[in-house]
């Protein structure tokens, strides 16, 4: 996979992922582009489309758009797959997702993406796995939080 | 202190968090970027702070503003100070800031590798994984190549969690340091088989990546990917396997009949959508690698498209548009296994779905038939009609005219219907393909002279209602067409029946309207019809109709030349001019129309579209020679150092111009001529008439269907297309009949006729011939044209650097960079840092990128060299034991050697054919006792010194001992001799030589002028030592010290290089040399290894190399190729060194 976004109904950037090196200008123009093509194409479409040398497989979710880029010989039905999965690790870690969520907890919605999927490649296919490394490394983020407190607690 | 923190944490307080931001953003919709903008300056003061836990919340919010478009590119170092920090939170926000906001040009990046370094060993798991999830996105070479080592050694770590994530990072690793793979493949190969699945999938999913782009590196893994391919139950295992055998199996067929039953049966078990359609694909990949002399494969195919019949027939838009897809991929090789399902494809292009009618559209190219065209593209033009978007018509549009055209039209049996589909095609709307229209018009017309007559019918009522088409005046609009018409009534008006009324169109005012290149076309074919015109009315005794022809010309071409249009204009003006002058002529009664139509005499010829570069360049023609002198030397030396060496070249021209006399002169215009008459491209003065056309050989005897053209014509904007749907129909029943009935007859005749044959259910392709015997000119090619050129693969693919033979033994010299002394040295000069890669591609400058790459070369060079310079190797092993004892000589030695191969690859390209194996030693003398060989170097270290290397080798069964090499001293070469001995005395060679074994001894021999080369005399006597008997013998050589022998391949860099040709203290020379047979880079190496030259630069065929004398003479070459001639321009302080060195390359090159 060479990048993943997600942008509202409202062509409203929601998150990005990319995993090629591209300059901030060619991001914002692909962007641009994709988010374009994908919005105005009609709710009854297939989900793929042939974009430049690339595939792109997107689908929508409520109001949010989940689009990601494959390379020619790769499978649009097991992306759909990744994207699917993904919503679903959301679901679950924030309990029956909405895209107010995903924008107030953005980099949560990071952290999940970034243990599910590592360098454009699926990398744990257990979904009990993702929730349980994001539950312990949410724990050592309370802990140090917490830790925190008690520091600024014992200062004051 | 304590004060200071207390401070910070209640600042905080009233900081904003990340949800206080996009609560705010949202609130200000109106004002969005002056709000952002105090958001900024606010982020910019936490920043400022020394608190941890502000400055990472403040990083948050740049990352969430930088989705937003920000450039936040400003505050990279702040981010990794967040990185540094000590906390996981912290920690994390600050890896996923620079996940987001980092790129290659990052500069701080190199401020990060020693932090993530750290993080990478850190104790716990999750600061080891944020890390590497972060490495994945903004990994550098540079981070690659400090890190790789690091991350290699986690792919063992006792986690899992880390191990599945170091082991997909690698892939990111290879691709930025392609050095990484050889040595850390066998750890990832070990990884297939972990015990934690998570490993195991992550392993096969770097590996397929990488066999995916070169996988015959990877054919070796085979048997355990097919291992692990009968055992998984992991479908995201198993999808990357079978894509990865979808990629071997070209490269290994028998792999590929293996492969088809295991595959086969996963399509019938497996019930994930996304399994089945990889095994599809990939069946369908081994199938096609596979299709040369595989019968029984059928039935794969067959269950390939029932499987994909039935995703087509799902309701589910996605499998419906993939199942199409990989159809289409069967249809390049199978057609008929998919042209069954035609009429599935056709329910297709009803689809709501645009994407899908799309795909279903490029299925119909390849399925029509001769027999189903004109079915196929009645539906099509359905299509049209009804296709409610400008962009699907044209779609649409441009389909048609493929599927018609394709293969050179090889599925049309009527032209007449397809022009007639051309011209509906005219009733489109805003089209933009008016041109693609046109230009099939013209291809049809030019190249199929039996419909001539009837497409010009079809043009010149398009032009008579023009009116109906110029309503759409966009460029490359629906009026391009006018362009065709007006060039097709004007270039083949002969078969006008009506020329006069169709000049008459092609002369309204209206026409002014229409774009400048189309008026121009039709104010010449105007002229055309006018030639053609006067012919017809000139005949007949009433001379007053060509007057007023004429008349008419003059009334109405004015408005052309009016035109703002240059080349309207001045097509214009000149014909108008032409008429004026004609009509002067009718009026004085002269008969002009034989010579008007002379004019526009000649057939214009189909040229194919590489024709002009297919013309081979005549033997002895120079394209880059220069035809005049050179501009004059002074003003361009600035702009072109190169010109310094074209200075001879000219010189040798000038005086040949003044030899030719007249009589050569006529000659030469003779053979001129007669190049001319045979040269299909020269368009020829004599006039050879219009009747070539209905002289041409094989037009009248064309049976062509008598239509009445009187309905269609008279009533444009009818679809007429149909009737000749129903004609061919009925024209194909009826030789269907015939058919028949001459086989009865034939039946009647032979008793025996077999009786399926005539059993004529649906008519087979080669049943149905064409209506008209249509020739179709091919387009014309220059004589003996080159074959086609070959297209490159991508130059810039990175993946191209992954294709590294893996089955090799690692060599110490690839080991990874180990930690300890890369950090310290990165961290010092991040800048130098990076310069060294450069540098050393330049030229070896640095020494750690040096040896690295010369011991590298030397191992390569060592490989390359077969069996048969096994015993040079072994020579060289005796170097090496040698090299302790005469230390000085042998570190010269082999610099000089090295060096010169070394520069050879600065200046070629990676993928250039290996050179083939040399040698500089070169035969000195032989017996039947001992063979002796030498190589002589000059000595850098002292200017009057050169070394020449002897090995000796023992042919004979005997021992040979106290061997004596003596050479009689010139005046100007002396051999050196220990102190205290006498001047003719001969050194003692310091070994002995048993049977069959070969060493080598160094002499050192004083020079004084190096500038012409010499040749000494000299003897060697040894003992012939045998079990009862010794001998005296002798053997007696000629040393021959080259020019060559006094150069020392010297790096030069291409300023320096630059500097000295300008110096002007060079004097010049040059040489060519003549079938040269081999490729530029190893005419380089040649030179570069015999005559111990460096490359300075090479640009395509043509090169600057240096050299340097012992006593510091600088030589420089410029060597250019063209076919099999080498031109070297030299320049030298010593011309008579130079001459001589010149010499002497001629002379490597006259033997090989």
């Known amino acids: ?156 | 202190m304590a004060l200071k923190i207390v401070k910070g944490s209640i600042d905080r307080m009233f900081d904003k968090n990340l949800q206080d931001l996009v609560r705010g953003i949202r609130n200000h919709k109106e004002d969005e970027a002056k709000y952002i903008s105090t958001c900024i300056d606010e982020i910019k003061q936490e920043l400022k702070q020394d608190n941890i836990a502000v400055k990472a919340n403040a990083v948050c919010k740049l990352t969430y503003l930088q989705m937003l478009g920000y450039d936040v590119s400003w505050a990279a170092f702040n981010i990794v100070e967040v990185m540094s920090s000590s906390k996981f939170t912290y920690k994390r926000i600050g890896y996923l800031a620079a996940s987001q906001c980092f790129h290659e040009s990052t500069d701080v990046i190199m401020l990060t590798t020693n932090q993530i370094r750290k993080d990478l060993s850190s104790p716990n798991q999750y600061d080891t994984g944020v890390a590497l999830t972060g490495l994945s996105c903004f990994v550098t070479p540079d981070l690659a190549r400090d890190l790789a080592n690091d991350i290699m050694t986690l792919m063992s770590h006792t986690k899992p969690y880390i191990r599945k994530k170091a082991v997909l990072i690698m892939y990111k690793v290879f691709l930025k340091y392609p050095e990484s793979l050889r040595p850390a493949f066998p750890r990832l190969k070990e990884k297939l088989e972990d015990p934690d699945p998570g490993v195991q999938s992550a392993a096969v999913n770097v590996i397929c990546e990488l066999a995916r782009r070169n996988p015959k590196n990877y054919l070796s893994l085979a048997p355990l990917f097919f291992k692990l391919m009968t055992s998984s139950t992991n479908n995201w295992v198993l999808i990357k396997i079978i894509k990865l055998f979808g990629a071997l199996t070209p490269l290994e067929p028998r792999l590929g009949k293996k492969l088809i039953e295991p595959l086969t049966n996963l399509i019938h078990s497996t019930s994930a959508m996304s399994l089945l359609y990889e095994c599809v694909n990939t069946v369908i990949a081994v199938l096609i690698s596979l299709s040369s002399g595989m019968p029984n494969h059928s039935a794969s195919i067959q269950l390939c498209v029932q499987k994909l019949r039935i995703l087509i027939e799902d309701s589910d838009q996605n499998l419906k548009y993939l199942g199409l897809l990989a159809m289409s991929k069967i249809l390049k090789t199978h057609p008929k296994s998919v042209q069954s399902h035609k009429d599935l494809i056709l329910q297709c292009l009803d689809d709501k779905d645009e994407s899908i009618r799309l795909r279903a559209l490029d299925l119909l190219y390849g399925m029509v038939s001769k027999k189903n065209l004109m079915e196929i593209v009645k539906k099509l033009m359905l299509h049209v009609d009804k296709a409610e978007g400008t962009t699907y018509r044209d779609e649409l549009l441009t389909k048609i005219i493929d599927i018609c055209s394709q293969s050179n039209y090889q599925y049309i049996t009527n032209f007449e219907w397809y022009i007639s589909i051309l011209v509906e095609l005219t009733r489109l709307e805003g089209t933009r393909h008016g041109h693609l229209i046109a230009s099939q018009m013209l291809d049809v017309a030019i190249r199929v002279k039996a419909i001539r007559a009837f497409a010009v019918a079809q043009m010149a009522t398009l032009l008579d209602n023009a009116h109906l088409l110029t309503g759409n005046m966009q460029r490359n609009g629906i009026c391009e067409v006018l362009y065709a018409a007006a060039w097709i009534c004007g270039e083949f008006s002969e078969h006008l029946e009506n020329p006069i009324q169709t000049l008459e169109a092609m002369l309204r005012p209206k026409v002014a309207t229409l774009p400048g290149h189309i008026q121009a076309v039709y104010v010449q074919n105007a002229a055309k019809l006018f030639a053609t015109v006067l012919k017809g009315q000139e005949g007949n005794t009433d001379s007053t109709a060509a007057q007023e022809t004429s008349q008419l010309m003059i009334d109405r071409l004015p408005l052309f030349v009016q035109s703002a249009n240059l080349e309207v204009q001045e097509r214009a003006s000149c014909i108008l001019q032409l008429v004026k002058y004609i009509q002067k002529l009718q009026q004085k009664d002269v008969e002009v129309a034989e010579e008007v139509s002379a004019l526009f005499a000649g057939e214009l010829n189909p040229v194919a579209p590489k024709a002009q570069k297919k013309v081979p360049v005549p033997e002895g023609l120079d394209l880059d020679a220069w035809i005049n002198e050179p501009p004059s030397e002074s003003e361009s030396e600035d702009e072109q150092p190169k010109a310094i060496f074209a200075k001879e070249e000219p010189k040798h021209s000038r005086p040949r111009h003044t030899e030719v006399d007249e009589k050569e002169l006529a000659r030469r215009r003779e053979a001129r001529k007669q190049e001319q008459a045979n040269n299909p491209f020269y368009i020829k003065a004599s006039p050879s008439s219009q009747k070539v056309y209905q002289d041409t050989p094989g037009v009248e005897h064309i049976p062509v269907v008598q239509i009445d053209l009187s309905v269609p014509l008279k009533v444009p904007g009818m679809p007429m297309s149909d009737q000749y749907v129903k004609l061919e129909e009925e024209r194909r029943q009826k030789e269907r009949a015939e058919k028949k009935k001459k086989e009865k007859k034939k039946r009647k005749e032979k008793r025996s006729g077999r009786g399926k044959k005539q059993d004529s259910g649906p008519e087979s392709e080669e049943d149905i011939t064409p209506a008209h015997m249509v020739d179709i000119v091919t387009e014309e090619m220059p004589e003996n044209a080159l074959p086609s050129d070959d297209d490159d693969k991508d130059p810039n693919d990175p993946h191209k650097a992954l294709d590294i033979d893996l089955d090799k033994p690692l060599a110490d010299s690839e080991k990874l960079p180990v930690r300890s002394h890369r950090a310290a040295e990165s961290l010092k000069s991040p800048a130098e840092d990076g310069d060294v890669e450069s540098a050393a591609i330049h030229a070896p400058k640095k020494k750690n990128g040096k040896e690295k790459r010369e011991k590298k070369k030397d191992k390569d060079s060592d490989r390359k060299k077969s069996s048969k310079h096994k015993k040079k190797k072994q020579k060289k092993e005796k170097e090496e034991k040698e090299k302790k004892k005469k230390k000085k000589h042998h570190h010269h030695h082999h610099h000089s050697d090295g060096g010169g191969e070394e520069s050879v690859q600065n200046g070629t390209v990676e993928d250039e054919e290996p050179l083939p194996p040399m040698s500089n030693y070169c035969l000195l003398a032989e017996n039947s006792y001992i063979k002796m060989v030498c190589d002589i170097q000059g000595n850098l270290q002292d200017g009057s010194q050169v070394v020449v290397s002897v090995i000796f080798e023992n042919k004979c069964d005997s021992f040979l001992k106290s061997m004596e090499f003596n050479v009689l001293d010139s005046l100007n070469s002396k051999l050196q001799r220990p102190e205290g001995s006498g001047p003719h005395d001969g050194l003692t060679v310091p070994f002995q030589l048993p049977p069959g074994v070969s060493n080598e001894a160094r002499f050192v021999f004083t020079v004084q002028s190096i500038v012409m080369p010499q040749k000494l005399k000299g003897t060697l006597t040894f003992i012939v030592k045998n079990e009862d008997s010794s001998t005296h013998e002798k053997l007696d050589f000629k040393l021959h010290f080259t020019c060559t022998s006094y150069l020392i391949t010297t790096p030069c860099y291409s300023d320096a290089f630059a500097k000295l040709l300008e110096s002007g203290d060079l004097k010049g020379s040059s040489v060519r040399l003549e079938g040269v047979n081999m490729p530029f880079h190893h005419l380089l190496a040649r030179i570069c290894f015999h005559h111990h030259f460096s490359v300075v630069e090479r640009i395509d065929s043509c090169a600057s190399m240096y050299s340097r004398s012992i006593q510091g003479h600088h030589v420089c070459l410029l060597v250019k190729t063209s076919g099999q001639t080498v031109s070297i321009d030299a320049k030298c302080d010593e011309p008579t060194l130079l001459g001589n060195v010149l010499d002497e390359i001629k002379q490597t090159f006259s033997q090989c």
């Open chain 1, 1 to 156: 996979m060479q990048f993943m976004l997600l942008f509202s109904r409202q062509g409203k950037l929601r998150l990005q992922k990319w995993y090629v090196p591209l300059s901030d200008k060619e991001k914002k123009k692909i962007t641009r582009e994709l988010v374009q093509t994908v919005l105005a194409r009609k709710p009854k479409m297939c989900s793929f489309l042939e974009w430049r040398d690339l595939k792109i497989v997107y689908k929508r979710y409520a109001s949010l758009y989940f689009c990601c880029a494959i390379e020619d010989q790769d499978n649009e039905l097991i992306t759909l797959e990744i994207i699917h999965r993904y919503v679903e690790l959301l679901d679950k870690y924030f309990g029956s997702v909405c895209e107010l969520d995903i924008i107030f907890n953005f980099e949560k919605a990071y952290f999940i993406l970034d243990e599910f999927v590592l360098g454009g490649e699926a990398q744990e296919t257990s979904k009990k796995n993702v929730l349980k490394a994001i539950e312990q490394a949410d724990l050592l983020f309370e802990t140090t939080t917490l830790h925190y407190c008690t520091k600024f607690k014992s200062n004051k």
